[in-house]
Structures are given as structure tokens and as C-alpha cells.
């Protein structure tokens, strides 16, 4: 599956943004999806992932109540809503994916992920 990531851009503190990730070439509905995020020196950080059934979600604590995933798999996207953004939100994003057969596994590591988009920079500043 290949992974295209978008939506990034420049927001103030306090803004929102939608991020979204286009999947093609296989069916959306068979992945595990992902947001990590990953600043310059740093390692990359999970974020957020949503179930196959669209239901089961985990957030890393910092961005639960600001962030959400969801995932439409008849546009084969997944989407991650940022509200309440502040300047320690600013990093590359990315989108994973990988296959799993159970419909209701998240997954918090890089190393869980075997597909990943090319990332998208959202930089939060005055």
C-alpha cells in the first residue's frame, strides 16, 4: 500500500488543522493506521492509531482531548484532527499502516508499521 500525507502548514497557537492520508493500492479497510510525528535530533513518536473497524483508538497522552483519528474506508483515507495546537506540536507528520487480521488492534510503535507515507510538516507559531 502506498501512503500519501497532507494537510500540513503554518498555524498559530490555538488553531486547528486537518491532516489526511490517501492510501492506494490496496484497500484501506485491511490496515492498522497510524499518525507518528518526528522533530529534527528526535526519534519518531506515535501519535495516534485507529482500529479496521474505525472504533478502537489510542492517543499518546499529550493530545488526548485535541486530537482525533478517523479513518474513511471508502475514500480509502485516514484523517487526524489537531485542535488546540501549541508550539510542542510542531514536527514532521507521518502516516503508517500495517495489515492485521483482528479488526480491533491498535498499534503504538514504529516498529508495528510496515508501510509509511512521506510526512508532512505542521509548524505551530506566532
Known amino acids: 500500500v502506498q501512503l500519501q500525507a497532507s494537510g500540513g502548514g503554518l498555524v498559530q497557537p490555538g488553531g486547528s488543522l486537518r491532516l489526511s492520508c490517501a492510501a492506494s493500492?490496496?484497500?484501506?479497510?485491511?490496515?492498522?493506521m497510524g499518525w507518528f510525528r518526528q522533530v529534527p535530533g528526535k526519534e519518531r513518536d506515535f501519535v495516534a492509531s485507529i482500529g479496521r473497524n474505525g472504533i478502537n483508538k489510542d492517543y499518546v497522552d499529550p493530545v488526548k482531548g485535541r486530537f482525533t483519528i478517523s479513518r474513511d474506508n471508502a475514500k480509502n483515507t485516514v484523517y487526524l484532527q489537531m485542535n488546540a495546537l501549541n508550539p510542542e506540536d510542531t514536527a514532521v507528520y507521518y502516516c503508517?499502516?500495517?495489515?492485521?487480521?483482528?479488526?480491533?488492534?491498535?498499534?503504538?510503535?514504529?516498529?508495528?508499521?510496515?508501510?509509511w507515507g512521506q510526512g508532512t510538516l505542521v509548524t505551530v507559531s506566532s
Open positions: 503508517a499502516a500495517a495489515w492485521r487480521t483482528h479488526s480491533n488492534v491498535v498499534l503504538t510503535t514504529v516498529g508495528g508499521h510496515n508501510y
Open positions: 493500492g490496496r484497500a484501506l479497510r485491511d490496515y492498522v
